[in-house]
C-alpha cells in the first residue's frame, strides 16, 4: 500500500510560482512511476506532468515551459515547479502513483490540494 500527501497549494497571483509536494509513505518509491494531475470545477481530471521510475519526465503543452516535475527517491518525494502562473491553472492537484512491477496496475491517489490563481 502507498500513501501520497500533497502539500504546497495555495493563492497566488498571476505570473506567480508554487512548488508543489507530494511525499509517499512507501519503501517502493523507486519503482513508482509519479504523475501529477488537475481538476478544475466542472471539468474531467486532466494530467499535467509524468516523471518515470528512471527520472525520465513529460510534461503536458498546456504547462510546457512553465511547469516541471522533478522527483527525490531519498525523500519519497516528487516536485511539481509552477511558475507563471495562470487563472486557467486554477484546479485541484492530484499526485498519483503507479507501480511498474504490476505494469502500473496498482496505482494511488493523494487527497488533493488545491491551487487558485487570481488578481
Known amino acids: 500500500q502507498v500513501q501520497l500527501v500533497e502539500s504546497g497549494g495555495g493563492s497566488v497571483q498571476p505570473g506567480g510560482s508554487l512548488r508543489l509536494s507530494c511525499k509517499a509513505s512507501t519503501g517502493i518509491f523507486a519503482f513508482l512511476v509519479m504523475r501529477w494531475y488537475r481538476q478544475a470545477p466542472g471539468k474531467t481530471r486532466e494530467v499535467v506532468a509524468t516523471?518515470?521510475?528512471?527520472?525520465?519526465?513529460n510534461v503536458e503543452d498546456s504547462v510546457k515551459g512553465r511547469f516541471t516535475i522533478s522527483r527525490d527517491n531519498s525523500k519519497s518525494t516528487v516536485y511539481l515547479q509552477m511558475n507563471s502562473l495562470e487563472p486557467d491553472d486554477t484546479a485541484v492537484y492530484f499526485c498519483?502513483?503507479?507501480?511498474?512491477?504490476?505494469?502500473?496496475?496498482?496505482?494511488?491517489w493523494g487527497q488533493g490540494t488545491q491551487v487558485t490563481v487570481s488578481s
Open positions: 516523471v518515470n521510475a528512471g527520472g525520465g519526465t
Open positions: 498519483n502513483a503507479a507501480d511498474i512491477r504490476t505494469a502500473l496496475r496498482d496505482n494511488y
